[in-house]
C-alpha cells in the first residue's frame, strides 16, 4: 500500500493545523428578515467537536491521497473501470466552519477495480472557489449557504452587482460528476460555472467546462441527463419564468435549444435539481419549492436558503417531445417535494399509442424542512437520533390525453424503506424505459439521515435493506455487467463512512443485494453525493 501523500493531523475539531479562525465571518443583511426566519452561523458553544462528530460530516483529512486497498470478498472479475463519486467533502476553511452539508468544497473519491484488485484515492477539485478559498483563508464566492463577507459597504454593493452577473457565484463543483459520450469527465453543481473537466486517473482538475453557446443564464439542473448519445439539461430562466431544455452532442460544448417551458405558477421558476425523461419525451418538473430572488441577496440563509415554499403557485409537471420539442402534456399535480427523480417510462394502449407517462421520484411529503434538516449541526449533533423527515417513492401519473390534472402517490409502503428515500440510482440502460428495480438510500430508524441500502422492487413493491449499526452509506451506484439480460444483473457501489471514524468501499450483489466485497480506506470517508463509472476501454 502506497504512504498517503501530505495528510495532515486533525486537531480536535476536524480540522487542519495553523488555520485562521474565522469565526467572525458575518455580512449585513439585504433586506430587515425577521431574525427567528434566519439561520446564524454557529455559536462557538454549537461549533462541533470531533469526538461527537460522524466522521461523514468530518473534512476529509488531506488534499488527496491514492493507494492499493486491501479487498475482503471477491471483485468479479468483469468489473473493469473506475467509480468517481463527487461531494462536499471539506466543510471549512481556516477555523471557521461551514453551515450547510451543500457548501463544502468539491472531493472527488476514485475506485479503480481491475484483475478482481481495487485502488482508491480522493483529490480536492481545484476551482476558482476552492483555490481563492485557500488562498485568502475565507469564503470568496457565493456557495449554497454561505456568501463572502463584504469588507465594507461600498464593497457590499459592488458584490449585488457581481451577484447579477454572476461573478460572485461558487464554481464549487461538488454535486455530481458524468462522464460525456465523448470520454470527458466533468464535475457539476447548480451554477452552470461550476462545470469542470477532471482527468478520471489522476482527479486532476483540467479545466472549466465552457459552453460556447450563447445561451447564457447562471443555473443549471444538477442532474444532467448523459448518454453515449447526448447530454440533456435544464436552464430555469429566472427572468420570464420558465425553463429552457437543452440537448448537447458529444464532442461539442455547444447546447441547443429543444423547446421552452413557461412556468404556469408563481413568480419564478421551480427548483429543478434534477429531472427526468422517457424514450421520446423530457419532462420538466415544475416544483412550488421556487428560486427566491429576495433569498439570493441574502447575507444570512434563511430555512429555505436560496428558494421560496409557494403551495398558492400549485405544482404542475410539464411533458416536451425530445425531438419537436413541442409542450405535450402540462398538468397540474399533488404539491411535492424532491431532489431526485429516478426514473420515468411511457404507458402505451394496446395500439403502441402513449397513454400516459410514469416518473418516479425521491419525495419528501412535500415538505421542504429536509432542506433545513441537512444543515451539518442537525447532522452532527442529532446522530441516532430520529429526527430525519418522512419519504417516500413519488410516483407521478402524467396523463397524455389533455386532462388537466396528473396524480401523485407512493409506489410503495414507505415502511419498507424506514421511512427514509433519497440518493437514487437504476440500471442505466433503462433510462427512461418501463423498469422493475431502483437503489437508494432509505432509514432504518431511529436516525437523523438516511442510513440504509435499499433494492427497490417496484413490481413487488417490496424493499431489501443492507444496513450496519452507525454507518452512513452514500448513493448505491449500480454497474450492469457486460451482457447481462436480467434489469439487476451487476453490482451495487457504495462509500460507507463508519461510525468508528473509518471508511470503506462496499460492493453488494445487484440481484441477492447481499454483500460480495469490502476494501477499508486508511483513512475516514466523508460523505459524498453522485457518481459516475468510467469503463475501461
Ligand atoms: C450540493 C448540492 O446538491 C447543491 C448545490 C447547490 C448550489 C451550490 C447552489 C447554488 C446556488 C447559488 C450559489 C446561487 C444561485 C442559486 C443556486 C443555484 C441555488
Ligand atoms: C442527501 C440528500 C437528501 C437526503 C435526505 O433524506 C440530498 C442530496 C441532494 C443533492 O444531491
Ligand atoms: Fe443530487
Redesign the pocket.
Known sequence: MLVPDNISPRNNKGLYKGQRNLRDLTVPNVATPSPETLIAPPTPQERPRTTTHHVAWTSVPQERWEGELHVQGQIPLWLKGTYLRNGPGMWHIGDYNFRH??DGYATVVKLHFENGGLVGGHRQIESEAYRAAKKNQKICYREFSEVPKAANFLAYVGELASLFSGTSLTDNAN??VVRLGDGRVVCLTETQKGSIVIEPETLETVGKFEYSDSLGGLIHS?HPIVTDQEFLTLLPDLVRPGYLVVRMEPGSNQRRVIGRVDCRGGPSPGWV?SFPVTQHYVVVPEMPLRYCAQNLLRAQPTPLYKFQWHPHSKAFMHVMCKTSGNVVASVQVPLFVT??FINAYEERDVDGRVTAIIADC?E?NSDAS?LD??RLQNLRSFNGQDV??D?RVGRFRIPMDGSPYGTLEAALDPNEHGR????CSINPNYLGKKYRYAYA?GAHRPCN??NTLTKLDLELKKAKNWHEEGAVPSEPFFVARPGATEEDDGVVISIISEKNGDGYALLLDGSTFEEIARAKFPYGLPYG??GCWVPKE
Open positions: 452539508l451543500f454535486t455530481g444538477a435539481h431532489f431526485h425521491c419528501h429536509i434538516s441537512l430525519l423527515p419519504a427514509g428515500m433519497d440518493m438510500c439521515f438516511p453525493l453522485h
